[in-house]
């Protein structure tokens, strides 16, 4: 069994911060690569940043390059989205998320594992 839970979601203002925590448990040694997707209101969930776990290769959205960053703690099987000069377009619900395979690709399918989701609200 595994499971992800997120931490760190609230309520922001415009061009505030946020961090997004990640903990992972349960079968944790095959994952090898940790994402961040997000679900804005009325819209699919979306790709926002992966991280491969063994080599910590990054890859991000558009949207969010420059402004987010995704970091990982191997020790305490964490991965983090520091969130910079947040928009209100990035209000959403955030999900974390885990796959087997080495690539931190942007696909949602090839995630295999995912959290229950963290809030985050930007006010203009």
């Known amino acids: 069994q595994v499971q992800l839970v997120e931490s760190g979601g609230g309520l922001v203002q415009a061009g505030g911060s946020l961090r997004l925590s990640c903990e992972a448990s349960?079968?944790?040694?095959?994952?090898?690569?940790m994402g961040w997707f997000r679900q804005r209101p009325g819209k699919e969930r979306e790709f926002v940043a992966a991280?491969?776990?063994?080599?910590?290769?990054?890859r991000y959205a558009d949207s969010v390059k420059g402004r987010f960053t995704i970091s990982r703690d191997n020790a305490k099987n964490t991965v983090y989205l520091r969130m910079n000069s947040l928009k209100p377009e990035d209000t959403a619900v955030y999900y974390c998320?885990?796959?087997?395979?080495?690539?931190?690709?942007?696909?949602?399918?090839?995630?295999?594992?995912w959290g229950q989701g963290t809030q985050v609200t930007v006010s203009s």
């Open positions: 349960g079968r944790t040694f095959s994952f090898a690569t």
């Open positions: 998320a885990a796959r087997d395979g080495a690539n931190p690709t942007p696909t949602l399918n090839a995630y295999q594992y």
């Open positions: 991280i491969s776990w063994t080599d910590g290769t990054t």
